[in-house]
């Protein structure tokens, strides 16, 4: 399988290099708003960590710390789960 750019975003001039063997690209979501994250919302986990639930996992947040929130996610069980792996569901027109 060849190597192959891949562009990044729409009309955008940034490109991805694609090689056999790595996980598919997939959108980061919009960026979780921190001040006005709270319990009950839907985010996705963006982090890829040994252990860890699957990236793209989706769940509900049940509890909102310092630097992380507490996420169910469902089969995937409760996880604390810092900001920065966080994105929201992206919002379709």
């Known amino acids: 399988m060849p ?4 562009p990044e975003k729409e009309g955008g001039d940034d ?5 056999p063997g790595m996980p598919a690209s997939m959108g980061a979501g919009i960026p979780v708003d921190f001040g006005r994250l709270g ?12 252990g ?19 996420v ?7 996880w604390y ?3 920065y792996f966080l994105s929201a569901p992206s919002k379709v027109a």
Do not use: E, F, K, W
């Open 52 to 70: 860890g639930p699957c990236r793209g996992a989706h769940g509900v947040v049940r509890r909102t710390l310092r630097r992380h929130a507490v």
């Open 15 to 19: 490109l991805q290099l694609s090689m």
């Open 39 to 50: 319990p009950g919302q839907t985010v996705y986990y963006n982090g890829s960590l040994p």
């Open 72 to 78: 169910d996610l469902g089969n995937l069980g409760v």
């Open 3 to 6: 190597l192959t750019l891949v």
């Open 81 to 83: 789960i810092p900001y």
